[in-house]
């Protein structure tokens, strides 16, 4: 258990049970997922029941309690993009990473999610990996796209 | 004195208090409006939807849940028109489509003449949703054992991690307010389940009451009740009486409190002067 982390983190914050979204996007950004007993020790920090917390991480998408890969891979299915043919670059990645939608690769390199649009359209099919967006992509590019983002 | 506030149902002049809640105004006046989220002890919080009911006069002319309402000056309220009772219809049928099992639902559905459900999943799930348990353990136990899980479809009521809940005490609150029998309490022997949706979210041992020696309440249960009516200052002071001994023998148990009051009390009393 990483409290050191923790406590950093919530030492960025105001006290008080106001901050609890903040909190925890700092804790996801950190350990790409929430860990339990870092989110029992947030409970005991700011007085949030543990049932509350628990709620709001399940809640929001941006939250996740499994650990997310260090590269998050985000497949564009809008109906653009699925017209242009998303599903296949969709394969492709599964094939290359050997994991299925929803799932990260045992290195914690890479998680693999499909999205709804993303509002690049223009750019159809699109995939967003991290921060970066990448259009017009096609089945054979997504080998050199991914060898970008190995270690 | 709290104000009072003048406003009509169905054509009924009704004096109110100041701050009341339309449903409850209403109540108080033998007016029915039908609900299965509201509970007389619990915040209102307006899940269920049934109690809709058109408003007029005061405010804006528009359909509105009497439970989280309040009551205002001239405010016109008609709670059993055609609009409402159609719109009433269809979240009944939804209702039933998702808990079709559930007597509570089927039995206001029937008074409102809606039999079968167009939105049947397949799945049937007496729970519908309406937040009294997770209430009831937040706002008046105070322990916080359930909460809400995920959203739209897949939302859920369950313990934090969906574990067998490590804060409750076994009290049964949630089952007790439960309108529609979706958590149940089944105690076999000395030992107490309770189910949320099938999955055991608690399990305890139950003491032993100390005359008739029958197991009748969770360890943590007797800790929190004695923390909150019998111990303000944090003395050891349990009475471990199942409630038919406790009415049976409630002389002997008034002299055991006495007792240990008077004990309590030449403990902490500071003399003055």
């Not at chain 1, 020790?41 to 309690?65: C, E, G, M, W």
């Not at chain 2, 041992?205 to 303000?232: D, M, S, V, W």
Request: aromatic residues 6%.
């Amino acid at each position: 258990m990483d409290l050191k982390a923790v406590n950093e983190i919530l030492s960025h914050f105001p006290q008080g049970r106001g901050n609890l979204i903040g909190i925890l996007h700092e804790v996801q950004n950190h350990f790409s997922y929430l860990p339990e007993a870092e989110l029992r020790h947030i409970s005991k920090k700011i007085d949030i029941p543990i049932t509350q917390i628990y709620s709001v991480a399940n809640f929001y998408n941006r939250f996740s309690l499994t650990p997310k890969g260090h590269n998050q891979i985000c497949v564009c299915m809008g109906t653009a993009c699925h017209v242009k043919g998303s599903e296949k670059i969709m394969n492709e990645l599964q094939e290359k990473l050997q994991i299925q939608k929803g799932q990260t690769t045992h290195d914690l390199q890479f998680s693999l999610d499909e999205v709804r649009c993303i509002g690049a359209c223009g750019l159809a099919p699109a995939v967003v990996i991290n921060e970066d967006t990448h259009g017009l992509v096609k089945p054979k590019m997504v080998g050199k796209i991914l060898s970008k983002y190995k270690p | 004195m709290a104000k009072t506030v003048n406003l009509i149902i169905n054509g009924k002049k009704i004096k109110s208090s100041a701050g009341s809640t339309v449903l409850e105004a209403a109540q108080k006046e033998g007016i029915y409006i039908p609900t299965l989220c509201h509970h007389n002890a619990l915040d209102p919080e307006g899940t269920c939807r049934l109690c809709i009911a058109e408003f007029s006069g005061s405010i804006r002319n528009s359909i509105r849940i009497s439970c989280i309402q309040e009551v205002k000056e001239d405010l016109v309220v008609e709670t059993e028109t055609e609009r409402i009772n159609k719109s009433r219809r269809l979240i009944l049928e939804l209702l039933l489509g998702r808990a079709p099992e559930a007597s509570a639902v089927i039995d206001l559905a029937a008074k409102y003449g809606v039999t079968k459900s167009r939105f049947l999943t397949g799945e049937s799930n007496d729970c519908i949703l309406c937040g009294r348990c997770v209430r009831v353990c937040r706002d008046k136990i105070g322990v916080h054992a359930l909460c809400f899980v995920n959203r739209g479809p897949a939302r859920k009521i369950t313990t934090a991690f969906e574990r067998l809940s490590e804060y409750c005490i076994g009290c049964g609150a949630c089952a007790n307010v439960c309108p529609t029998g979706a958590i149940k309490v089944e105690d076999k022997g000395d030992q107490r389940k309770i189910f949320t949706w099938e999955q055991v979210t608690a399990r305890f041992t139950l003491e032993q009451c100390e005359h008739c020696g029958k197991p009748f309440a969770p360890k943590r249960y007797l800790e929190l009740i004695n923390k909150k009516a019998y111990n303000p200052k944090g003395l050891e002071f349990v009475d471990y009486i199942c409630p038919d001994c406790f009415k049976q023998h409630d002389r002997l148990s008034d002299k055991r409190r006495e007792g240990a009051l008077r004990k309590a009390v030449n403990k902490w009393s500071v003399p003055r002067g």
